[in-house]
């Protein structure tokens, strides 16, 4: 049974039991507001949602609590949330899969799984500013929940290829200032003034600054 182990307990007349170890089965430890921290996903009202900020608060009366910020993955709203601190809360139940973008549809980006030839779509709503860093034949990964994708993510380093740019003068060094170079992608980033047209740069995708040559 792929996704799942065998506990036993020498000793013990306790019978064997199977623990779940796939990243696609519920957690079987409980989770409350005190587990929250940026990054965790869970289920409110029913939708699931990404915490982008949090604090917990005590007061100097009155029980405490934890203030968050969370984006709704469905809708991609942002909405503040209150829970009382140690209350339990339901985890969402997201996975994570490695599919490639093979290209653009109309208003939807498709995604391949290269083993099924499955195809995944997301709207351009959904996939946002990181279009600007997509590329065909890139591997992605994509967020499922309740088997349907909710969100995807970009390889935090992408290689991309500077096709505008002013021209680099001589003796010019990383240290000496910088300018703004157009990639294929469409993405504008600021460059040292050294690189030129037609040069290979890595960019961080999650601040988009430039790394380095390629």
């Known amino acids: 049974m792929a996704g799942l182990k065998l506990s036993l307990f020498p000793n013990s007349s306790t019978k064997p039991f199977l623990i779940s170890t796939s990243h696609r ?5 409980a989770f409350s507001s005190n587990d929250i921290k940026v990054g965790s996903n869970i289920e409110v009202d029913g939708s699931p949602c990404k915490v982008i900020e949090f604090l917990h ?8 609590f934890v203030r968050t910020t969370l984006r709704n993955y469905v809708t991609g709203n942002s909405v503040e949330k209150t829970f009382r601190a140690g209350s339990k809360i339901e985890e969402a139940n997201i996975y994570k899969e490695t599919k490639q973008f093979t290209y653009k549809d109309a208003a939807q980006y498709v995604f391949m799984d290269l083993t099924s030839y499955e195809e995944y779509r997301l ?3 959904d996939v946002g500013d990181k279009a600007k860093f997509l590329k065909e034949g ?3 990964t994509l967020l499922f929940w309740n088997g349907k994708v909710i969100d995807f993510e970009l390889p935090i380093t992408v290689k991309l290829t500077v096709v505008d740019v002013d021209p680099g003068v001589r003796g010019d060094t990383a240290q000496g200032g910088s300018k703004p170079a157009t990639l294929d992608t ?6 040292p003034l050294f690189i030129n ?3 290979e740069i890595l960019v961080d995708t999650r601040n988009g600054q430039y790394m380095s040559r390629a």
């Open 138 to 140: 890139m591997d992605c």
């Open 186 to 191: 469409g993405a504008v980033v600021s460059v």
């Open 25 to 29: 089965f519920p957690k079987i430890f």
């Open 57 to 64: 608060v005590k007061p100097g009366k009155g029980a405490a």
């Open 197 to 199: 047209r037609g040069e």
């Open 123 to 125: 709207n351009e709503k």
